[in-house]
């Protein structure tokens, strides 16, 4: 049998067509006319030696051969745009396309934004906060900052911080109010549910495990993004256990405070993903080196502060 592809023109009028199950709208779509878009399907038809269409007074329909033929042609476009999008990305030096959830991006990655900007005002930086998990070439994203253990051998991987710890903050005015551990068995306590899915967990039984302290806590208030328990907590709210990069720089600047002197730790951490082959172009590493500088020493204790790895406590 003779395979010999026909015109890519004739090809993608008729996935157009298909798709639409319109030549007028196909049409619409190519920026062609419909007599233009007719002829390409009828020279397509002529190729194959059977119609693809049978042409109805106000529609088309597609016939046994267009009906084999569709779901292949829509789905070579699909790799095609797919592979010529990846293509022109290696071209462009100036834009960056970053992911990361959300609370990392209101609590760590905005305030610091105009450092990078300053930096390199030659990349275009755009940002997408999202927890979803993205395909890098479908979704055109070139890093993502994610946070968890980490498995990603097909993937370059950069660790941006060692460890998390997580200690109970809370107001410089709650302070006199809730001045011991034990006192925390009354407080309203503040649960953050993202960090549900570690194992094992980190959340308020296991930090008063880690004081001695045996009795179950009541949380009064369970959020689904840390950053809106850390800012429940900035208004007066209540207790939150904190992660150490969220609460970083409110902690800093006096608007929460840690007064108590135990921290749980965990191994999951943040790290930088993206496409081995991406590594080297010059926004990715300028952007890769500039991140991995801000976070240097993140993780660091708190003079007199404790930690005990949550992987040491007994439940």
């Known amino acids: 049998m003779f395979d010999r592809l026909p015109p890519l023109t004739a090809l993608r009028a008729f996935e157009s067509a298909a798709r639409h199950l319109s030549f007028a709208k196909a049409a619409a779509e190519l920026n062609v006319t419909p007599a233009a878009l007719s002829f390409q399907i009828k020279s397509l038809e002529e190729h194959l030696g059977q119609p693809l269409f049978h042409r109805l007074n106000r529609a088309v329909r597609l016939t046994e051969a267009g009906r084999a033929l569709s779901p292949g042609a829509t789905e070579g476009f699909d790799t095609l745009t797919q592979a010529w999008r990846a293509a022109r990305r290696l071209t462009d030096t100036r834009t960056l396309n970053v992911t990361a959830g959300p609370a990392f991006t209101a609590k760590w990655l905005a305030p610091r934004l105009y450092d990078f900007a300053r930096l390199h005002p030659e990349i275009d930086l755009r940002f997408t906060a999202s927890l979803r998990l993205m395909d890098f070439d479908l979704d055109e994203i070139d890093v993502a900052i994610r946070y968890g253990y980490g498995t990603d051998t097909h993937l370059s991987a950069t660790p941006l911080s060692h460890r998390e710890w997580l200690t109970p903050v809370m107001r410089p005015d709650m302070v006199a109010q809730f001045p011991t551990p ?62 150490n990069t969220f609460a970083r720089r409110d902690l800093d600047q006096g608007r929460l405070v840690a007064p108590f002197g135990t921290a749980i730790s965990t191994r999951a951490h943040f790290r930088l993903l993206c496409q081995k082959a991406a590594e080297s172009r010059p926004q990715v590493r300028a952007f890769r080196d500039w991140i991995t500088n801000q976070m240097r020493g993140s993780d660091d204790l708190p003079t007199g502060m404790t930690i005990i790895p949550v992987e040491d406590l007994t439940p």
Do not use: K
């Open 182 to 243: 034990r006192s925390l068995l009354r407080a309203p306590l503040l649960h953050n549910a993202s960090d549900d899915f570690l194992s094992p967990r980190t959340d308020w039984p296991a930090w008063f495990r880690a004081v001695g302290i045996t009795e179950p806590p009541q949380v009064t208030t369970t959020f689904s993004q840390p950053d809106h328990a850390l800012d429940a907590a900035l208004e007066g709210a209540g207790v939150v256990l904190a992660r």
